[in-house]
């Protein structure tokens, strides 16, 4: 018989005949199906086998007789479709579309009927096969994938099609969207099926990786569809998603769920970037610019969120086999946070927008950490030290690092080791502990800091919710996760504090000072004293300067000391004595030491300040060491003065005026041409200021007039900052002093409004506004009212910043100021500002272990500490020549005062001392 006549006399056996005689039909006609290379040959005998003799071959042999023949189906599909392509391009390409068009409308519905065909075909095999109830995998191997071959090919047909058929496509458009329908009708028997299949412990390793490889396929599926059915698209991840975790014992180890995570993240992303644009866009004020697409917003934020909770579902059972797709949920989660506020890289939409982001999506940063916590890979994303990131990431990561810190106390100790003393071997990516990695990108966000960004405080009962800056934040969980920190680790928590406390950068200092005061408010007394002591001697090995990491040592010391037991401070005071440390009580608040040790301390003080003043007064030489140390202790004096208010018992009279009179004769020897030049000649006038703005009451008239006088030789040189913001506090302290009617008081008055115009113009931001300051308080409290216009008549624009300063009128730049750019540029000139530091301080080995408490190599005093400070032109022979007559001119002075204190100077002495003021002002 043949192969035509067979076929002819099959298509008409009734089912009887198919089950008495298919173990002689089925094998010829897969031999039919296989030999011949007709295309609707092939679609015949499929569909006679599909239909007609599949349901008597029993279920055990089905696999090999049928199923197992199946390849040849992906063939055929994928020709038909490659037919239908080339149809239609002959067609669009053709100029006499009207001749041929019906030809080939026809040809292409014949096509798409034979593809319609495979496909019941394969429906048919699947209703089948689910009948037979719950079957295994070796059963049915080859099914799934033909099945699998033949909705990629129409499901990407389908989506294509547009570009396919063009101008045909609204004549071919019936057949098509019939193959659609069938598709899907199709994908979701297939479902079913899988349902039906059981992987047992029986199964073979075939059988499990057979599963995998249908997983995989379904994924690449949910790929395809993801823009032509969204639904469709959901469909195939729960598909995917439930079959995974109900083999997940039997898959973990072989399927690749890191293809699968990936390919979420990929999807996720282009639909989180898709949703922002369909979000109604706010204008700079908040109000609406554009409407957007509610409703397409709503509806993709929803499928969204089942996006996220697959990701999370996969990441949660499979989170010990994801392999390398964990740097794609932490680029991920970085995108995730950077678009939502408070970050300053989000867009501007309508806050219920945001709202319903972080309820569907935001919301999954918590569970996917948590369940990343013990991932190798995660860590060394989070804490590798030499990660560089865009600018505006610096924030998310910081948000996602302090999830982490807040999720660790309820670890198991082996994580907690992995994140806080990380073991790191050559090879390895260099990573460093969690805590230090905070405080790297806490040192990036210093825009946001500075702002500052507000971020939800946690609710407490009875409250409303509000809101917090980054730095109290920060600072909360950090301090929440030092609460709990291990004892095992507690040197590196030590190590780290410290570290950050001497760093240049600002809000890391201050952080790990308030972190610091945490630890030892909450700490045992023991652990107080130890930390206090430990910083003590540190700061006693170290010189006093200006630079940032001895003065944030110093203010970490200043608060860690209120929080020692008596005891303790009584063992404080006598290990570190005033007379041998005097530096070190420059800054310590003395207010804070039991009452009954307070007056020997303040007695200590000043008799070791005035004895060192008294030798610098009298010495034969004043060298640059003991000019220093004179500087240091007016600091513990003005520090002393500061806190008299608050001390059980002030000064006494005699302790005052030893303080007193010291300061004034020190004024008269100052050197002021000097100052400029000299870093310690500087520092010595600076500390004389403010130890003289709380003496200014006391100081006589021309005490003050040699202050001022040296004030304005100093800021014709050009001073730097710290003397200027020093001689702006004490102009401001001169409000409180009345000038006695003396020769003096004069030339007091016309000096002051020189030195306010001339700071009130300083270009220096700080300085300007403490000026403003200072002469807003001068003008308030001083008797004196002519001095406050005269300061302001010499410059037009000095004189409306005042005016608009004290009626609090804020000032408006002439250009649009944006503070975040502001910021931001401020930030790039800091950063330079420390790199130049430390690598000034890197040039210099001697000095390694120091630092990050020494200043750069160009700004430190270079000096021997024999060396004599003296004017430059000054020798021994003028000293012997001029130093005399000029103490016999002070003393006469002296001695006129105290004649006129008594009664009124006659006309013609005083008509004579103007006469030789006018010859001493020739020869200066």
């Known amino acids: 018989m043949s192969q035509t006549s067979f076929l002819e006399d099959v298509s008409t056996w009734t089912e009887n005949t198919c089950s008495q005689k298919w173990m002689e039909a089925v094998p010829k006609l897969i031999s039919y199906y296989e030999g011949t290379t007709e295309a609707s040959k092939q679609v015949d005998i499929l569909k006679l086998l599909c239909t007609n003799f599949l349901a008597c071959v029993p279920i055990e042999n089905v696999e090999e007789e049928v199923f197992s023949h199946f390849d040849k189906v992906h063939h055929i599909f994928d020709e038909l479709l490659q037919v239908l392509v080339n149809l239609a391009s002959s067609s669009n390409g053709n100029n006499d579309v009207e001749k041929q068009l019906l030809d080939v409308q026809e040809q292409i519905i014949a096509k798409l009927q034979m593809a319609l065909s495979v496909i019941d075909s394969l429906q048919a095999c699947i209703q089948h096969v689910c009948s037979m109830g719950e079957l295994a995998m070796d059963k049915i191997r080859s099914l799934p994938t033909a099945v699998l071959h033949v909705l990629s090919g129409a499901y990407t047909h389908c989506k294509d099609s547009g570009d396919i058929y063009g101008d045909l496509l609204t004549m071919v458009s019936d057949p098509l969207s019939a193959l659609f329908k069938k598709t899907h009708s199709l994908q979701m028997s297939l479902s079913s099926l899988l349902d039906l299949v059981k992987l047992t412990p029986a199964s073979s390793d075939q059988d499990i990786d057979d599963m995998c490889t249908v997983l995989l396929r379904l994924h690449e599926l949910s790929a395809i569809v993801n823009s032509l059915d969204v639904k469709i698209m959901v469909t195939t991840w729960k598909t995917v998603s439930r079959l995974a975790c109900q083999y997940k014992d039997f898959l973990k180890n072989r399927l690749d769920v890191a293809v699968?995570?990936?390919?979420?993240?990929?999807?996720?992303?282009?639909?989180?970037?898709?949703?922002?644009?369909?979000?109604?866009?706010?204008?700079?004020?908040?109000?609406?610019?554009?409407?957007?697409?509610?409703?397409?917003?709503?509806?993709?934020?929803?499928?969204?969120?089942?996006?996220?909770?697959?990701?999370?579902?996969?990441?949660?059972?499979?989170?010990?086999?994801?392999?390398?797709?964990?740097?794609?949920?932490?680029?991920?989660?970085?995108?995730?946070?950077?678009?939502?506020?408070?970050?300053?890289?989000?867009?501007?939409?309508?806050?219920?927008?945001?709202?319903?982001?972080?309820?569907?999506?935001?919301?999954?940063?918590?569970?996917?950490?948590?369940?990343?916590?013990?991932?190798?890979?995660?860590?060394?994303?989070?804490?590798?030290?030499?990660?560089?990131?865009?600018?505006?990431?610096?924030?998310?990561?910081?948000?996602?690092?302090?999830?982490?810190?807040?999720?660790?106390?309820?670890?198991?100790?082996?994580?907690?080791?992995?994140?806080?003393?990380?073991?790191?071997?050559?090879?390895?990516?260099?990573?460093?502990?969690?805590?230090?990695?905070?405080?790297?990108?806490?040192?990036?966000?210093?825009?946001?800091?500075?702002?500052?960004?507000?971020?939800?405080?946690?609710?407490?009962?009875?409250?409303?919710?509000?809101?917090?800056?980054?730095?109290?934040?920060?600072?909360?969980?950090?301090?929440?996760?030092?609460?709990?920190?291990?004892?095992?680790?507690?040197?590196?928590?030590?190590?780290?504090?410290?570290?950050?406390?001497?760093?240049?950068?600002?809000?890391?200092?201050?952080?790990?000072?308030?972190?610091?005061?945490?630890?030892?408010?909450?700490?045992?007394?023991?652990?107080?004293?130890?930390?206090?002591?430990?910083?003590?001697?540190?700061?006693?090995?170290?010189?006093?300067?200006?630079?940032?990491?001895?003065?944030?040592?110093?203010?970490?010391?200043?608060?860690?000391?209120?929080?020692?037991?008596?005891?303790?401070?009584?063992?404080?005071?006598?290990?570190?004595?005033?007379?041998?440390?005097?530096?070190?009580?420059?800054?310590?608040?003395?207010?804070?030491?039991?009452?009954?040790?307070?007056?020997?301390?303040?007695?200590?003080?000043?008799?070791?300040?005035?004895?060192?003043?008294?030798?610098?007064?009298?010495?034969?030489?004043?060298?640059?060491?003991?000019?220093?140390?004179?500087?240091?202790?007016?600091?513990?004096?003005?520090?002393?003065?500061?806190?008299?208010?608050?001390?059980?018992?002030?000064?006494?009279?005699?302790?005052?005026?030893?303080?007193?009179?010291?300061?004034?004769?020190?004024?008269?020897?100052?050197?002021?041409?000097?100052?400029?030049?000299?870093?310690?000649?500087?520092?010595?006038?600076?500390?004389?200021?403010?130890?003289?703005?709380?003496?200014?009451?006391?100081?006589?008239?021309?005490?003050?007039?040699?202050?001022?006088?040296?004030?304005?030789?100093?800021?014709?040189?050009?001073?730097?900052?710290?003397?200027?913001?020093?001689?702006?506090?004490?102009?401001?302290?001169?409000?409180?002093?009345?000038?006695?009617?003396?020769?003096?008081?004069?030339?007091?008055?016309?000096?002051?409004?020189?030195?306010?115009?001339?700071?009130?113009q300083d270009r220096n931001p700080l300085i300007h506004q403490k000026a403003l300051e200072a002469f807003a308080k001068f003008a308030e409290e001083t008797s004196h009212e002519a001095v406050v216009p005269e300061s302001l008549q010499q410059d037009s624009n000095v004189r409306e910043m005042v005016v608009n300063y004290v009626t609090k009128i804020p000032h408006i730049p002439s250009e649009t100021y944006n503070l975040p750019k502001y910021l931001d540029q401020q930030k790039w000139h800091l950063q330079k500002y420390m790199d130049s530091m430390t690598t000034a301080s890197n040039e210099s080995p001697a000095q390694e272990r120091d630092t990050d408490m020494q200043e750069p190599a160009s700004k430190r005093l270079k000096y021997d500490s024999e060396t004599e400070i003296q004017p430059e032109t000054k020798n021994k022979n003028e000293d012997a020549i001029y130093t005399p007559l000029l103490n016999k001119l002070r003393d006469t002075v002296a001695r006129f005062h105290e004649l006129q204190e008594t009664s009124a100077l006659p006309s013609w002495v005083t008509e004579e001392l103007k006469r030789l003021n006018t010859e001493l002002g020739d020869l200066t």
């Open 260 to 760: 699968l995570v990936t390919s979420l993240c990929k999807q996720i992303e282009l639909a989180y970037e898709y949703l922002l644009q369909l979000a109604p866009q706010c204008d700079a004020d908040g109000m609406l610019s554009s409407d957007g697409d509610h409703r397409a917003f709503s509806k993709s934020v929803k499928i969204m969120g089942f996006q996220v909770k697959v990701l999370v579902m996969f990441v949660k059972e499979f989170d010990d086999y994801l392999g390398s797709c964990v740097k794609d949920l932490y680029a991920m989660l970085l995108s995730w946070l950077r678009y939502v506020p408070p970050s300053l890289h989000a867009p501007s939409i309508a806050p219920q927008c945001f709202d319903e982001i972080r309820r569907q999506v935001i919301i999954a940063v918590e569970p996917l950490t948590l369940h990343l916590l013990g991932n190798r890979q995660f860590m060394e994303c989070l804490t590798d030290c030499e990660q560089e990131l865009m600018p505006e990431l610096s924030f998310p990561r910081s948000l996602l690092q302090l999830r982490v810190l807040e999720m660790l106390p309820k670890c198991q100790a082996e994580v907690q080791d992995n994140w806080i003393c990380p073991q790191v071997y050559p090879e390895d990516i260099q990573r460093e502990s969690i805590l230090k990695a905070v405080f790297r990108s806490l040192k990036c966000c210093h825009v946001e800091l500075s702002l500052p960004v507000v971020l939800p405080d946690v609710v407490h009962c009875g409250k409303k919710p509000g809101g917090v800056t980054l730095y109290e934040y920060v600072c909360t969980r950090i301090c929440g996760f030092v609460g709990s920190y291990p004892e095992r680790h507690f040197w590196l928590l030590e190590q780290c504090l410290l570290e950050n406390v001497v760093c240049p950068n600002l809000h890391s200092a201050v952080l790990a000072i308030d972190v610091w005061n945490f630890m030892a408010r909450y700490g045992t007394a023991d652990l107080c004293r130890d930390h206090v002591g430990f910083i003590a001697r540190l700061l006693c090995t170290l010189p006093a300067n200006p630079c940032p990491g001895y003065l944030h040592l110093t203010l970490l010391l200043r608060r860690l000391i209120k929080f020692m037991a008596v005891e303790h401070q009584e063992e404080f005071i006598k290990e570190f004595c005033v007379e041998e440390n005097l530096s070190l009580w420059s800054f310590i608040p003395l207010s804070t030491f039991a009452r009954a040790a307070t007056p020997q301390i303040v007695s200590s003080l000043t008799t070791t300040a005035t004895d060192i003043m008294r030798k610098w007064i009298n010495g034969p030489t004043r060298t640059t060491a003991l000019t220093s140390e004179l500087a240091i202790s007016l600091g513990c004096l003005s520090n002393m003065y500061h806190q008299v208010g608050t001390l059980p018992e002030g000064l006494t009279a005699s302790q005052h005026s030893a303080v007193l009179g010291a300061t004034q004769s020190i004024w008269r020897l100052v050197p002021f041409e000097l100052v400029s030049e000299n870093h310690v000649l500087h520092q010595l006038v600076c500390s004389l200021l403010e130890i003289s703005s709380y003496l200014i009451t006391d100081l006589e008239n021309k005490d003050l007039l040699e202050i001022l006088h040296g004030i304005l030789t100093v800021l014709k040189s050009n001073p730097e900052d710290t003397f200027r913001l020093t001689a702006t506090t004490f102009l401001g302290s001169l409000g409180k002093k009345k000038l006695d009617p003396t020769f003096e008081q004069g030339q007091i008055l016309n000096k002051l409004p020189q030195l306010f115009t001339c700071l009130l």
